[in-house]
T-cell receptor, first 114, second 107 residues
Framework: NAGVTQTPKFRVLKTGQSMTLLCAQDMNHEYMYWYRQDPGMGLRLIHYSVGEGTTAKGEVPDGYNVSRLKKQNFLLGLESAAPSQTSVYFC?????????????FGPGTRLTVT | SQELEQSPQSLIVQEGKNLTINCTSSKTLYGLYWYKQKYGEGLIFLMMLQKGGEEKSHEKITAKLDEKKQQSSLHITASQPSHAGIYLCGAFPKLTFGGGTRVLVKP
């Protein structure tokens, strides 16, 4: 049981390049989330998904797209990376929503955009 | 939007001493998470509080949610080097997080 895994762990992009971050969970959780963490700002929700085939915007969705084609996977895409997207990205999942469940977090992806 | 303010932003404590971290919300909380993050790693769930006045403990860590459900405190008794890291409070169901408190324990 691996929990929540993220791929890749590190990545350096040049401005304007695109990439996709993969989040996978093996706990059969319904809800999945993508956050970014910047120094002194805690975690900010980018997008989330309440089930396969559904996604919704969080607090800071601009510049990102997501897809949840399979229940166990949640993809975060950057179409044209900008230096402001330099951050650590965390994926999380919960069995259902409503907040009464612990969020299980992945180990994070450190992205640098030059 | 609901904002969470954590204080202090960072602290250094001598091993064996107690420490307290506060998390204050601009609005009444439905519920609150506390997480710990080791440097460069993911988040580890500590506790979840939902009821006003609720207090939970795990090993040497105690968290409490005040009666008005707008402030929570995390208290560590007799700190150890293993307590070093970043502590984050998070509100649910809005899924907003405080800025984190960086804890360093000096041996």
């Amino acid at each position: 049981n691996a929990g929540v895994t993220q791929t890749p762990k590190f990545r350096v992009l040049k401005t304007g390049q695109s990439m996709t971050l993969l989040c996978a969970q093996d706990m059969n959780h319904e809800y999945m989330y993508w956050y970014r963490q910047d120094p002194g700002m805690g975690l900010r929700l980018i997008h989330y998904s309440v089930g396969e085939g559904t996604t919704a915007k969080g607090e800071v969705p601009d510049g990102y797209n997501v897809s949840r084609l399979k229940k166990q996977n949640f993809l975060l895409g950057l179409e044209s990376a900008a230096p402001s997207q330099t951050s650590v990205y965390f994926c999380a999942s919960t069995p259902v929503g409503g907040g009464s469940y612990e969020q299980y977090f992945g180990p994070g992806t450190r992205l640098t955009v030059t | 939007s609901q904002e969470l303010e954590q204080s202090p932003q960072s602290l250094i404590v001598q091993e064996g001493k107690n420490l307290t971290i506060n998390c204050t919300s601009s609005k009444t909380l439905y519920g609150l998470y506390w997480y710990k993050q080791k440097y460069g790693e993911g988040l580890i769930f500590l506790m979840m509080l939902q009821k006003g006045g609720e207090e939970k403990s795990h090993e040497k860590i105690t968290a409490k949610l005040d009666e008005k459900k707008q402030q929570s405190s995390l208290h560590i008794t007799a700190s150890q080097p293993s307590h070093a890291g970043i502590y984050l409070c998070g509100a649910f169901p809005k899924l907003t997080f405080g800025g984190g408190t960086r804890v360093l324990v000096k041996p």
